[in-house]
Structures are given as structure tokens and as C-alpha cells.
């Protein structure tokens, strides 16, 4: 049995939660049969011994935490690519718990709120305060360490930018930023300011207790009176870290399968690890029912097309702002990274992989007849792609040789095409 998301979405289908669109369910579809055999199968060949394997799908869902390790990882060196080589500081802005219900039910409009007032506070302490114009990507986060709803934005910002006075680079300093207190109040008040123009727009949606203006002008009110919390620290020479940290959670939500520690097949628990920050970031374990679970981790599905990632300043545009400016760093932080480097045959350790179609192949009548395979009648053969790069599977990692649970088992036809990605019904 796996302790593994996709296992639960898989077996556990009668608790999944209701009220989902239908772009969510056919997500959670996609994530329940990933790299189970119903999606297709890939072939991968070593070019230099003639070695061949083969591997289920993956879902290449952007919310999976089994796919996208390489996207990740991509992301993450062309980010490092993009950095110049000075100083940063990790910025977190994080919204009152009075906003979650507003959040939950205006998902982008409040999501595309916090980056505009976040931006718009960075980009104004740094014209009054440094007289420049720096570089700055913010990644959106809507949970905590225990599944909670907890939306906030991590920002990583160059401590280095365009100098207004005679437009060349400046350097800053590398372990002060700004007081965090004073860009607390002014994003306070660039957030309340842009969520008081929505208060006429009728396709908001209020939740039940702000049904009137001046219930919600009395929210308000309540809101300017709390402590708005930011967190900023310098990344000290390790801002590879902070982008891989960053990176993790690009095409993933929630949590990973490694922080699942148990699964209770039969009184349907689940068990993972969290940290606890109210006690100085202690590990503890939290158990808790299978449909709480499915259910904590389905409402940070992001909608579709929505931008979790977002570049500002010198990062928007080309991407030789920063070196065409006058003393700026010519080199950026991911020069000296590793190059990520192909998987490597198992037989003559090489790197010269090609993916070629899938057809019958004798050895794979070892696997366990099961249940039929079933495909969609939405899918086309002719439309069927047979691609890695498009699947986004990695054959080091994928290999199949029987499948692990008897009950998941699949019955292979004798001439079996590879299915692209398609909503399972």
C-alpha cells in the first residue's frame, strides 16, 4: 500500500469532497491514476546498449506531488540564471485571519490584490528609501504546514537595483532591508485602500456576516487596527536555497508524499509530519480522517490559468536588464551551480536516451492481468503523444517491471499505445 496522496485520491474516491468545480475534480482525476498505468505507459531505449524500459504516465499536473520534479528543477536554474550575482532578501507578507473567508471565495481577485499591494510597497520603499528601481519575483502560498488556509506571498528582492539619480547599478546593503514595521502599516494600507474599491463591484462575493457597506466599512475599520505581519531576512550568500525552497512548491501544493507518515487503510487516517511554529518550529505529527484530509488538500487547487509566480522591475522584459546596466554584476547566482544532468542507463551508465512509440513487448506479460485498461473515448490515437517531455516522466524512477499492488494491477493488450493526458471518468 502507498502512503502517497495519489493512492487516496485513487481508493478513497467516495470522500472526496463536494462543492468542487469541474476543472478541480478533473485535477484530482488526473492526480489519482498518476503513473498507475491508466494514462498509458512510456518506453524509454539507452542508445548505446539498446537497453529498454518501460514506465507509466505521469499526470504533468502543476498540483501533483508526484510529477514535475524536472520542471522544478528547470525552473529553479533559470531563475538562478536570471539573479545577479549580490545580495537578496526573503520577504514574507502574510494576510490577517479575518481575510481567509474573503480569500476563499475570490480566489484570484484576492490572490492578484496581494501581489499588486505587495509589489506596489516594495517598489515604493525602494524609490523613497533606496532611490532605485530593483528586481523582484513573488511566489503565492495559501497553506501552512498543517494543510490550515493560510495565504501569504514569499518575495525574494535583490538588495541591488537602477540608480535614479545617474542610472547606474547601486549596491545595497547585504543583512538590512527596510523596518519591517513601517512597510507593515504601508502595506496595510495599500491592501485596505484597493479592497475599499471593490466594495461597489457586484460580482464580488462577501462572505454571509458582510452582506451590507457598512458591515463591511466596519470590517475595515477592524482590519487597520491589527498588526499586518512581515518577515524579511537576508539570504546571506544562500540564495540558491531560497529559490529551491521557492521551487518546490512551483508545481506542487499543499504537501509532498515524503511528510506522509501513515496510512490507516481500514479506519481511513492519515498521519503526516508538520512543523508546530508556535512552539519554535517543533516536529510533531498530526493524524487525522481521510475526508478532512482530501478535503484540506483540494481547497488549494489553484484555479485554472491562474499565475502563482510573478516577476517585477528588472526581471519583467528582457532578460539583460541588469547587465546592460552600467557597474551591475555581469554574472548571475547560477553560474556556479551543477548542470542537471540526464538519467543515467542502469546496464552501460549512459545518458543517450530516446523515446520511441510504444508498442507490444513480450516481457510485459509478467504483470498481473487485473482489471481491463479502459480509455477514454475522448482520446484519439492518432492524438495520443508518446513523448517524455510532454508526459514529464523520468525513466530512472519509473521503471516497472510487476505492479506493486495486486489490486491496482493492469491488463495489457497486445499491441498498447501510450495516452496522452486526458480527464479520467
Known amino acids: 500500500m502507498e502512503a502517497t496522496v495519489n493512492w487516496m485520491l485513487r481508493k478513497w474516491r467516495d470522500l472526496w469532497p463536494g462543492g468542487l468545480t469541474r476543472h478541480q475534480y478533473s485535477t484530482l482525476n488526473l ?20 537497453h529498454h524500459e518501460i514506465y507509466p504516465s505521469s499526470c504533468g499536473d502543476r498540483h501533483c506531488p508526484k510529477c514535475l520534479g524536472p520542471r522544478q528543477a528547470q525552473w529553479s536554474a533559470q531563475v538562478c540564471s536570471r539573479l545577479p550575482d549580490c545580495a537578496h532578501f526573503h520577504v514574507v507578507f502574510t494576510l490577517p485571519a479575518q481575510l481567509n473567508e474573503f480569500f476563499r471565495l475570490n480566489y484570484c481577485l484576492a490572490a492578484n490584490l496581494l501581489f499588486a499591494a505587495a509589489a506596489e510597497t516594495i517598489k515604493l520603499f525602494q524609490a523613497n528609501n533606496w532611490r532605485m528601481e530593483g528586481a523582484f519575483l513573488a511566489v503565492l ?28 547599478w547601486r549596491q545595497m546593503r547585504p543583512d538590512y532591508m527596510f523596518h519591517v514595521g513601517s512597510m507593515s502599516m504601508v502595506f ?9 474599491e471593490l466594495d461597489a463591484d457586484p460580482d464580488v462575493k462577501w462572505p454571509e456576516e ?19 505581519n512581515i518577515f524579511t531576512r537576508p539570504t546571506l550568500g544562500n540564495t540558491r536555497a531560497v529559490v529551491r525552497y521557492l521551487a518546490r512548491y512551483t508545481s506542487r501544493i499543499a ?4 511528510r506522509i507518515t501513515a496510512v490507516d487503510a481500514a479506519a481511513r487516517t492519515v498521519s503526516f509530519n508538520c512543523k508546530d511554529y508556535r512552539h519554535e518550529g517543533r516536529n510533531k ?3 487525522m480522517s481521510g475526508s478532512m484530509f482530501l478535503r484540506c488538500f483540494a481547497q488549494h487547487l489553484v484555479p485554472k490559468g491562474f499565475r502563482r509566480v510573478r516577476y517585477f522591475g528588472l526581471l519583467t522584459g528582457r532578460r539583460d536588464r541588469i ?43 509478467r504483470i498481473r492481468p487485473g482489471t481491463k485498461l479502459t480509455i477514454t473515448k475522448r482520446c484519439k490515437p492518432e492524438d495520443w503523444s508518446f513523448s517524455l517531455q510532454q508526459t514529464r516522466a523520468s525513466p530512472d524512477s ?12 493492469v491488463h495489457l493488450p497486445d499491441v498498447f499505445f501510450g495516452s496522452r493526458r486526458r480527464r479520467i471518468s
Not at 514569499?154 to 538588495?159: D, G, K, N, P
Not at 546596466?325 to 555581469?330: E, K, M
Not at 519509473?398 to 494491477?409: F, G, L, M, N, S
Open 398 to 409: 519509473r521503471r516497472i517491471v510487476q505492479q506493486e499492488d495486486d489490486a491496482d494491477a
Open 285 to 287: 505529527e498530526i493524524t
Open 31 to 50: 492526480m489519482a491514476f498518476c503513473r498507475h498505468g491508466l494514462l498509458g505507459y512510456n518506453h524509454a531505449r539507452c542508445g548505446d546498449c539498446r
Open 323 to 365: 547587465q546592460q546596466l552600467p557597474d551591475a554584476p555581469q554574472r548571475s547566482i547560477g553560474e556556479d551551480a551543477p548542470t542537471q544532468s540526464r538519467p543515467a542507463c542502469p546496464r552501460c551508465g549512459g545518458q543517450n536516451w530516446t523515446y520511441p512509440k510504444l508498442r507490444s513487448f513480450p516481457h510485459l506479460s
Open 188 to 196: 496595510r494600507a495599500i491592501f485596505l485602500r484597493k479592497l475599499e
Open 141 to 168: 502560498h495559501t497553506w501552512g504546514s498543517a494543510l490550515n488556509w493560510h495565504p501569504h506571498l514569499h518575495v525574494l528582492v535583490s538588495a541591488g537595483g537602477w540608480y535614479r539619480v545617474n542610472g547606474r
Open 255 to 258: 504537501i509532498s508524499n515524503q
Open 210 to 228: 458582510l452582506d451590507t457597506m457598512e458591515k463591511r466599512r466596519s470590517w475595515r475599520v477592524n482590519l487597520a487596527a491589527r498588526n499586518w
